[in-house]
């Protein structure tokens, strides 16, 4: 046969003969010197040609075959195959599938409600989160991450790894783990004086997990949603994803302006809301309107999606009892996470709905994600049953409340009006009027901080301009030395 008259392939000694065969036959079907359906020598006749076993090069033509370049025809021989493999794949010398061509690439065609969400996505350059880089000053959102106790963490984890039974690695219920869901049911009536059994609860992968599921399953195209302005980017995202009319409700001093929500839109189908600590400014919602939102959900068949977020964070008093615990009607769709009390890349949060909602949030939820990985639900349970949860909880408050006071003391020399409830894990700086805070900001991105500004949450302008100041994850000497880099940005404004 042509292909082997320089034999080539006896060159390659550490290749055994039968791949070596293999390797020139593949390589001339693809190049095309042997043609499609061309028929090849007998395996006796090629073995006799190349003075080699005849076994040889039947193994050559079975894999051959076995991968789709030869056919054989029963006693009428061995063909190279009509359609091969590569007409799926990229080979060399051919053309390359339309996904790797070196064309000008082309827009890809999205949904009306796509393009909605990447506008609102972030803030063009803001940095890619990684995992070989801590946050830097003061990138709001994040806990404590040098004082979590990894130590236990991971010995829990080896625990469960080796006693996990056979069961707990075939699919498992959509709604989460059991002991989970009572960990929290019982976690959330005494520090949140939230009314739930754990039927009511889903695990879902954070907030975000829990807001796109309630968008979903509460919104038609066009429905209006109240929400708060300045407020959370991921939950608008979230209802911009279904199309919703996205209502901005103004904040002052007693939380939500309810009366300002009826007057701009009565009849809105969801509310979204922070109201132990709203973000980003931080207060806390009255009573009165608490009793006044739950009371205009009812009359208007409305649900609310309270967002509690970082609650567990006060520094003075007790913390306020959740929205949901005073909710009769069954309006109050409860979110918890742990990204702000344990760690963000943990990705579980709950929802704790009304009874009625628990059917059609599991079946959605599940042609959505299935359910969330086992091994984390497991080890989060035995961390919050074996008392380590409420540990890190307090110590953690002692902790956020030291940072939060330095950073409230190193920024006293700054043109800087702090705004700092006595909760949460960020404060807001407000900046002396005229100041520009996005060109603060990329200023101060060259010291290596990492600041937000307010506008970035308002959905109508604010007439304040001002910056998240994250305190809880930074050592207070990193808070320190990131102020006096804030200082030397300010001053070259
Ligand atoms: C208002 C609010 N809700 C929820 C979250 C947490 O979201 P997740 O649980 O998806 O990490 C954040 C995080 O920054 C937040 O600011």
């Not at 907030?207 to 038609?220: T, W």
């Not at 009573?287 to 739950?294: D, I, P, T």
């Not at 984390?376 to 939060?404: I, P």
Request: hydrophobic share 45%; glycine share 6%; charged share 20%.
């Amino acid at each position: 046969m042509a292909i082997f008259k320089d034999n080539r392939f006896r060159q390659a000694k550490d290749t055994p003969l039968y791949q070596q065969i293999y390797a020139h036959l593949q390589a001339a079907i693809l190049s095309g010197e042997l043609k499609r359906g061309l028929k090849l020598p007998s395996s006796r006749a090629l073995a006799d040609e190349l003075r080699i076993s005849r076994n040889t090069v039947l193994n050559a033509y079975r894999q051959l075959i076995a991968e789709g370049y030869l056919e054989s025809a029963g006693g009428s021989g061995t063909f190279v195959a009509r359609v091969l493999p590569e007409s799926l794949l990229t080979t060399p010398g051919r053309k390359a599938p339309a996904n790797t061509r070196q064309t000008k690439p082309r827009k890809p065609r999205i949904s009306e409600h796509a393009m909605l969400q990447m506008a609102a996505y972030k803030i063009d350059g803001a940095a890619e989160p990684s995992s070989s880089r801590l946050p830097r000053p003061f990138a709001s959102g994040t806990p404590a991450l040098d004082a979590f106790p990894y130590a236990i963490w991971s010995r829990l984890i080896a625990r469960q790894a080796r006693r996990m039974p056979d069961s707990a690695f075939a699919y498992q219920s959509t709604a989460g783990y059991r002991p989970l869901r009572e960990a929290i049911a019982a976690h959330v009536t005494v520090s949140r004086r939230v009314h739930c059994t754990p039927e009511q609860i889903v695990i879902v992968p954070g907030a975000q997990g829990a807001l796109d599921l309630a968008a979903r399953i509460l919104l038609n195209a066009g429905d209006a949603v109240w929400m708060e302005d300045p407020g959370y980017p991921g939950a608008r995202g979230a209802f911009l994803g279904v199309n919703a009319r996205i209502i901005p409700v103004p904040i002052d001093n007693d939380g939500l302006v309810v009366e300002a929500g009826m007057a701009k839109a009565p009849k809105a189908r969801l509310v979204y809301l922070t109201p132990s600590h709203q973000f980003p400014l931080g207060v806390t919602m009255s009573l009165s309107r608490r009793l006044a939102l739950l009371d205009w959900a009812k009359r208007a068949n409305a649900y609310i999606l309270e967002d509690d977020y970082d609650s567990e964070y006060r520094y003075a008093g007790r913390p306020l009892a959740a929205l949901q615990g005073l909710d009769d009607a069954e309006r109050v769709i409860y979110i918890g996470t742990f990204s702000k009390v344990l760690f963000p890349a943990l990705r579980i949060g709950y929802l704790i709905l009304p009874m009625p909602l628990v059917d059609v949030f599991l079946k959605v939820k599940s042609l959505i994600d299935v359910h969330n990985p086992m091994l984390e639900q497991a080890v989060l349970t035995d961390f919050m049953v074996e008392g380590h949860f409420v540990r890190h909880l307090r110590r953690m408050r002692t902790l956020y409340a030291e940072r939060r006071k330095a950073l409230i003391k190193a920024a006293r020399g700054l043109p800087l009006e702090i705004d700092s409830p006595e909760a949460g894990i960020h404060c807001i700086g407000w900046l002396p009027k005229g100041m520009d805070d996005l060109a603060l900001i990329r200023r101060a991105a060259n010291y290596d901080l990492d600041l937000w500004p307010v506008s970035y949450f308002c959905i109508e302008p604010l007439a304040r301009k001002g910056l998240l100041l994250g305190f809880a994850g930074y050592s207070v000497q990193k808070i320190k030395d990131g102020i006096h880099k804030l200082a030397l940005a300010m001053s070259a404004m």
